[in-house]
């Protein structure tokens, strides 16, 4: 199957056409709430994404929380069903709609491999000549351009071990936006700079990812506290190295830098570069003034895909990752004081466990591994057969795009009528649930139909992705050895929506809400106005009143 790289082209008209599709929450300008009265205005905004974030590890792993994943739920607004409420449920997607408040389909962020790589600008400082990661292809405004607009002192700085991850929640926005370039250095491109400002050299110069080699990730409680064996083979499978604990850096400190991302003491990494970055650019320093900064925290992901959601490795690192927030806050607050800060925390994605196992926590009893090869190649020969040009259409799993709409004539040889057979041909393999084309999925009834409600907020219906297929829930592509995301369904989208600090309410609630909603709840926090038409709409249930 060939890549969409090249294909994937959303017309103006089709970039500005969905939102009204869903009854749920149509597009609306989100207007802004006065902050409470006696309330002081926020000195920082800390935007917090945890990649691969599942909302259930809070309360799966709620008796062993002690750190900062204790102090949000506990002290904040906390959703429980939160959710990325698009189709595609990828790190690009997920962290463009985090400060932006729309959905793919307008931000332009449609899936990894169209996200900020392959782009014709910002090549990457120490990087090779061809590598390049910019916003390029997002589109619109975010939560720090309506800032900016309110406040044209907002100071803002973006860090992450993924480029994405640094990039998207930031929009178009130049500045400090740095990521983990895999050498032990965090980087940027030329988008943003000519070359990194001393303070990051100063910072790279202490090799610290280098340090940890001939070092072990040991399990950080002791062994009888964690319920999940230690010796599933299937995770040595999937991840091609060692399974149980205690899991060894390399020896060598190059080797270390390189493989540095699969380990916890990546986010710790992180975490104190971004400290760094705070005291340097001197963020929330100025009570007159609000400033932001956005951390993607990616160990997570990578613990998730090497030995999946179920795993001993997977529940140790949520561990860490609770004391590292724990530690990002205090030194916050003690920075910039109590009550001077207000944070958001959600996920880009959710996660689902191996399908060849079944899991102990989620319901895979009926997962498929599901290959498309033969009705595809059935449906190219058919193609072929009818006179048509083969290269006409192209299918990258669980998307049909028609790049040549000429190629195809009027009745049996229309572009419809050859994948209306192509789609009967899908519906008969085992673990395809559905088979859709996007223009009738504009007719259903989005508040009920959730999976096509979530297939329009990722592609427009008249774009050139003519066809969707939707496997059952749990399912994987064949050709996925590791632990995955990326369906439609909620096992990949329930991610956890959480506020916590200055104006924030105090509380748990079961409301349905989106990540889209938390940019436009954040500038009713601060007062401010978006500056465009949003998808998602204000929460005013976590508004202190």
């Known amino acids: 199957m060939k890549s969409l790289r090249a294909f994937i082209i959303l017309t103006r008209r089709a970039r500005t056409i969905v939102a009204a599709t869903t009854v749920l929450c149509a597009s609306a300008f989100a207007q802004p709430v006065a902050r409470p009265a006696g309330t002081a205005k926020p000195a920082l905004v800390v935007f917090i994404t945890v990649d691969q974030m599942r909302a259930d590890y809070f309360n799966r792993f709620e008796k062993q929380l002690t750190g900062g994943l204790k102090r949000l739920r506990t002290g904040g607004a906390f959703f429980v069903n939160g959710f990325q409420d698009h189709a595609i449920t990828e790190t690009a997607p997920g962290h463009a709609a985090t400060m932006s408040g729309r959905f793919p389909v307008h931000t332009g962020i449609v899936m990894n491999s169209q996200g900020v790589n392959g782009v014709s600008d910002g090549q990457v400082i120490g990087g090779r000549p061809t590598e390049t990661a910019s916003p390029a292809r997002f589109k619109g405004t975010v939560l720090t351009d309506w800032m900016r607009t309110a406040d044209p002192a907002t100071k803002w700085l973006s860090v992450s071990r993924k480029d994405r991850g640094a990039i998207l929640p930031l929009g178009k926005n130049k500045g400090n936006v740095y990521w983990y370039g895999g050498s032990g250095d965090f980087t940027s491109s030329t988008y943003y700079m000519d070359t990194l400002p001393g303070w990051v050299k100063e910072f790279n110069a202490k090799k610290i990812p280098q340090s940890y080699a001939g070092k072990l990730w040991d399990l950080l409680k002791p062994a009888a506290e964690y319920i999940e064996p230690d010796s599933v083979g299937i995770e040595a499978n999937a991840a091609g190295f060692d399974y149980t604990f205690p899991h060894a850096f390399p020896s060598d400190p190059a080797r270390t830098a390189a493989a540095f991302p699969n380990f916890p003491a990546m986010d710790e990494y992180t975490m104190r570069f971004a400290l760094q970055g705070v005291r340097t650019l001197q963020l929330g320093a100025d009570p007159n003034r609000t400033d932001m900064l956005a951390v993607s925290f990616s160990t997570t992901d990578a613990v998730g895909h090497r030995w999946g959601p179920d795993s001993r490795e997977l529940h140790d690192q949520i561990l860490r990752l609770d004391q590292t927030i724990g530690e990002l806050l205090d030194s916050l607050e003690a920075m910039r004081g109590v009550g001077k800060i207000v944070v958001a925390l959600t996920g880009d994605h959710g996660m689902s466990p191996f399908p060849t196992i079944k899991s102990p926590n989620y319901p895979n009893g009926d997962a498929k591994r599901v290959s498309l090869d033969l009705p595809w190649r059935a449906f190219v020969q058919r193609l072929g057969d ?160």
Do not use: C
């Not at 009027?410 to 088979?435: H, N, W």
């Not at 009920?448 to 749990?474: F, G």
């Not at 096992?491 to 938390?518: I, K, S």
């Open 386 to 545: 009818n006179g048509i040009d083969t290269s006409a259409v192209v299918m990258e799993e669980n998307m049909v795009v028609v790049v040549k709409p000429d190629a195809f004539g009027y009745g049996p040889r229309s572009a419809d009528s050859q994948l209306g057979e192509l789609g009967k041909d899908l519906l008969r393999m085992q673990g395809v649930m559905r088979v859709d084309f996007m223009k009738d999925m504009a007719k259903a009834d989005t508040v009920k139909d959730m999976i096509a409600r979530r297939w329009l907020h990722m592609m427009a219906p008249n774009s050139n992705v003519r066809m969707v297929v939707t496997l059952t829930p749990y399912s994987y592509w064949l050709s996925t050895a590791i632990a995955t995301h990326g369906s439609v369904h909620d096992n990949d989208a329930n991610v956890p929506v959480l506020f916590w600090g200055a104006g924030v309410a105090l509380g748990q609630f079961m409301d349905t809400v989106r990540v889209v909603d938390m940019a436009p709840t954040l500038a009713a926090i601060l007062g401010i106005k978006p500056t465009e038409t949003l998808d998602g709409h204000v929460l005013t249930q976590a508004i202190a009143r």
